[in-house]
């Protein structure tokens, strides 16, 4: 078989995207931790807490915001997330004949150690892993099998002996390029990753609580200001700034979904002063609590917005 020239590989993978999305929204497939993103016009600002995840974009462009930072990424381009984040993400190009169009593969680290163990690959070093959240080129061999990876949509017979291989095949092409000393730490159960990781998960648990930053870095295993130091670096954000937005997620998420009222919502992520919660509300929102729900129920209804 003749291999397709490098310009038309981005084109099928659209192509295939757009056949299994009839919708707007995040599409889950029979593949599993395999999901496929359309958006026919540009978005509003969406919050979420972004797992670790491999995306592809094979159609429009995507804004994601990483604290002060801000990450724009379109056709042909990869995002590598490696630890949970709190970003803000939006499509900006997007038409309904041109739509946004992304496939987006969760990250097993488990599946990832193995892989290395496999392939007689070594953590590089013990160097800082860097920032939590990445942007690359796809390289012609990752897109290949990708592709092959969503057309296996179109013979469901085939997806559980293929699918497998396929993302072992994407995961090797990373492995050994540019995120080849990232995604290795995010298998490794060792380094400041982890110690992060580690951080991170307790504050999800635990993010109602008061923040005692001295009981988070035993968590961590870290000192104090190791903990703040490579929190930032990972997440461009402070352990208090991740919680606040963990908080204020969880807030918006209870008065959208389950009716609750600022002052419900606001106490039972753990704020006491209904004030301080409508003004860190707004500054991260856009708007007071009451007025942002009713906007966002305007605007789910009847579609809702994609996510990375």
């Known amino acids: 078989m003749t291999e397709r020239p490098p310009t038309q590989r981005p084109a099928e993978l659209a192509r295939l995207i757009q056949r299994h999305t009839p919708t707007d929204g995040l599409h889950a497939t029979a593949i599993p931790r395999v999901l496929l993103i359309r958006a026919a016009r540009p978005s509003e600002p969406v919050h979420a807490l972004h797992e670790p995840a491999l995306c592809i974009v094979a159609q429009g462009r995507k804004q994601v915001m990483l604290g002060e930072e801000v990450f724009v990424y379109g056709a042909d381009q990869c995002l590598v997330v490696s630890v949970d984040l709190p970003v803000v993400g939006q499509v900006i190009e997007a038409t309904p ?9 969760d990250l097993d680290p488990g599946q990832i150690g193995d892989l290395m163990l496999e392939a007689g690959l070594e953590p590089q070093g013990r160097a800082p892993p860097g920032p939590g959240l990445s942007l690359t080129p796809a390289e012609p061999s990752l897109l290949d099998a990708a592709t092959r990876l969503v057309r296996l949509l179109e013979t469901p017979r085939d997806i559980p002996i293929l699918a497998p291989l396929f993302i072992r095949e994407m995961l090797y092409r990373l492995l050994s390029g540019e995120y080849s000393a990232r995604l290795r730490h995010i298998a490794l159960a060792k380094d400041r990753l982890d110690s992060i990781n580690r951080a991170i998960a307790w504050l999800k648990h635990h993010y109602a609580e008061p923040l005692r930053i001295e009981q988070l870095a035993r968590e961590a295993h ?8 490579h929190f930032k670096s990972i997440t461009a954000m402070s352990p208090l700034q991740y919680q606040k937005q963990l908080r204020l997620q969880e807030a918006r998420r209870l008065m959208l979904g389950q009716a609750l009222d600022a002052a419900s919502a606001g106490h039972s992520v753990g704020y006491e002063s209904p004030s301080q919660f409508n003004r860190e509300y707004s500054r991260l929102f856009g708007a007071p609590p009451a007025r942002d729900i009713a906007r966002l129920r305007g605007a789910l209804a009847p579609q809702s917005n994609a996510s990375t």
């Open 222 to 229: 870290m000192s104090t200001s190791a903990l703040h130091h």
């Open 97 to 105: 004949d041109a739509p946004y169009l992304c496939l987006r593969v």
